[in-house]
């Protein structure tokens, strides 16, 4: 190393420092760049292997899993599915919160055991509660590459802004055949709608060796909010005033066979016509998802679309001679006065193409 040296004939010792320039500690080292004051780092929040907790639903959405919905992505892959949706339809404020439809208009679905396609006539019934939180009602018909029909029908939840909602699924497969074990299966599954490519994607997974863990984060209804029903709605009484007729247009029969449930049969909507207090169309999309036995037992779930606009779910349940209709329409529109469910139903009449249905005043 050269021990002295001259720039421009002015020696460079290395003995003074520039004017302002920040001088070292004393010992010729130069000074460390002073240091940017940082906000302190928060505690990581406690979480469950995979940093998910384990939902816990308000009681009056349990979803089958009173002790919690564990993350699925802890589990083993089962199947993917991903349906292709028709029109999205946004009811509005109902008695319960948001409502929108998602008709389900096809799609395929894959795994190591079990892959095939989507058939039309399932829904998605979203809820968005006045907090934020998701209730998901999930009704969905599968085909196996062997033919097997298989219905789906799930239960799920997600706290206000998440997207990604954690479903508890519960499929029925005939007892008969190979894919049997679907129904005696534990499962989570995450949901969600892909606005992009109008898809909805639902990814299932084993969860029978998770158990529910901490954090459990618990969900609960807004005060005041009348609650949605998993179950058929009943009532007693007797038939009052008819209220509005339907001429329902039905698709050919999909027959599940003997399951878990009973011997489920699948009858989809394709149309129709309303007449009276409401006047309008029955919109394409959901079906009848019925339990035959020594009497049948009918879930008919589908959407009304008015003369002046708006929409209206329908579920109409209950065994045979004993139909409880249930409607949401927005709470603060024309058709509100439905939202009270205090309705009874005609049995399916014969009609072109379908049934007729008329609902009544229940006294």
């Known amino acids: 190393m050269p021990t002295d040296f001259a720039l421009n004939g002015t020696p460079c010792t290395g003995g003074s420092t520039p004017s302002g320039s920040p001088s070292g500690p004393g010992d010729g080292t130069p000074s460390a760049p002073p240091s940017t004051p940082t906000s302190p780092t928060p505690s990581p929040t406690p979480s469950t292997p995979g940093g998910e907790p384990t939902i816990v639903p308000d009681p009056s959405w349990t979803c089958g899993a009173p002790a919690g919905i564990v993350p699925p992505a802890r589990g083993r892959l089962v199947l993917r599915v991903s349906a292709q949706l028709?029109?999205?339809?946004d009811v509005g404020v109902t008695q319960y919160g948001r409502r929108r439809i998602l008709d389900v208009r096809g799609g395929t679905f894959t795994g190591d055991r079990i892959s095939g396609t989507v058939l039309t006539g399932g829904l998605d019934l979203e809820l968005t509660l006045t907090n934020g939180a998701t209730?998901?009602?999930?009704?969905?018909?599968?085909?196996?590459?062997?033919?097997?029909?298989i219905y789906l029908r799930g239960c799920g939840v997600a706290p206000g802004g998440e997207s990604t909602v954690r479903v508890v699924p519960d499929f029925e497969a005939p007892t008969s055949s190979p894919h049997a074990w679907l129904n005696t299966g534990t499962f989570a599954a995450t949901r969600v709608v892909d606005t992009a490519t109008n898809t909805l994607q639902i990814t299932v997974y084993d969860v029978s060796g998770v158990s529910p863990a901490e954090p459990r984060l618990r969900l609960t209804d807004?005060?005041?909010?009348?609650?949605?029903?998993?179950d058929c709605a009943t009532g007693s009484g007797t038939r009052g005033a008819a209220v509005f007729s339907e001429s329902v247009t039905l698709g050919a029969s999909l027959a599940v066979g003997a399951s878990k449930q009973g011997t489920r049969n699948i009858i989809p909507i394709t149309g129709g016509t309303t007449s009276g207090r409401v006047t309008g169309s029955v919109l394409a999309g959901g079906a009848d998802y019925q339990l035959i036995?020594?009497?049948a037992t009918l879930d008919a779930r589908y959407t009304l679309s008015t003369a002046d606009h708006e929409l209206i779910l329908v579920r109409n349940?209950?065994?045979i001679g004993r139909l409880v209709p249930t409607f949401e329409a927005r709470a603060d529109g024309p058709y509100a006065f439905l939202n009270t469910n205090t309705w009874l139903s005609s049995d399916p009449g014969s009609a072109p193409g379908g049934v007729s249905i008329t609902f009544y005043e229940r006294r």
Do not use: F, K, M, Y
């Open 86 to 89: 028709g029109t999205v339809h």
């Open 293 to 295: 036995g020594s009497t």
């Open 135 to 149: 209730e998901l009602e999930e009704i969905n018909v599968l085909r196996a590459t062997d033919g097997t029909l």
């Open 222 to 230: 807004p005060v005041g909010l009348a609650n949605q029903s998993w």
């Open 317 to 319: 349940c209950g065994p």
